[in-house]
């Protein structure tokens, strides 16, 4: 597995490991891996190319009061994981190799979708994501990227950005993974206490019971919506950020559910903030 930390090291990688144009999968990540990182990587090796993985904390999508300084960081561990799992080139670069002239001038607005979910409480934050997206983009030209199905939103943005700027990249989106429990794995599960993780699982358990009932036969989204609601009372260091049921593509708030709508949430466990969502 090769490791390059410069842009004019990963352009020579790259035309080393592609001499016959083959498919290039990337999966961009954040680093601090856990099992739902790797999941993308074996999903990338499936395409029957080269897997790639970019290892990079872009302090564009940090909030000025969020947490770019105590993210979690093990990136020795981070390489031996992804050279078990047969990724052969890695770029981690620093922020000022990543923006050489600094804070880039010109961005990629998320637009109205930017502002649903997520991104009405995170304010910049998806613009953040999309610019460095396009830049990994624009430096690793792969073929297809792979990103997680936890970040829900951020993947069809990036779907969206994708498809308005023709960027052709095939976006693939993997499975979340889950702890025993059924929480949603998450780099900052770190940061949960023992009372914090246990309260945590009543995330998921909010979900599957509002799927239960989708099971059911139940459609009105305010039904749903209140068993979410119900479940997430029950453990007292959740404090429900949002709980929405929304059209996979658009994002838009649904009064009925279908089969392929999405229930998504966030919330505060103590000082951490966690989300989770899925697909009816």
Known sequence: MIVVRTRAALTEELERLRPLGETLALVPTMGFLHEGHLSLVD???????????????????FGP????????RD???????LEARGAELVFAPSTEEMYPD???????????????????????????????????FG?????????????????????????DLELRVRVETGPIVRERD????????TYLNDDERRDARGLHGALYAARRLYDGGERRADVLLQEVFKVVAEHRQLELQYAELVAPDTLAPLESAQD????????FCGTTRLIDNMEL
Not at 150 to 155: L, P, Y
């Open 43 to 61: 999903l990338a090796g499936e395409m029957g190319g080269r897997v790639a993985v970019s290892i990079f904390v872009n302090p564009l999508q």
């Open 65 to 72: 009061a969020e947490d770019l300084s105590s993210y979690p």
């Open 75 to 81: 990136e020795e561990r981070d390489l031996g994981l």
């Open 260 to 267: 392929g709508s999405v229930l998504a949430l966030a919330a």
């Open 182 to 189: 059924g929480l949603a794995m998450s780099s900052r599960n």
């Open 139 to 163: 430096l690793f030209r792969p073929e297809v990227a792979v990103f997680g199905r936890k970040d829900f939103q951020q993947a069809v943005l990036i779907r969206r950005m994708v498809r």
């Open 102 to 136: 600094g804070e880039p001038r010109i961005t990629v607005s998320p637009g109205a979708l930017g502002n649903r979910l997520c991104g009405a409480f995170r304010p910049g934050h998806f613009r953040g994501v999309l610019t460095v997206v396009a830049r990994l």
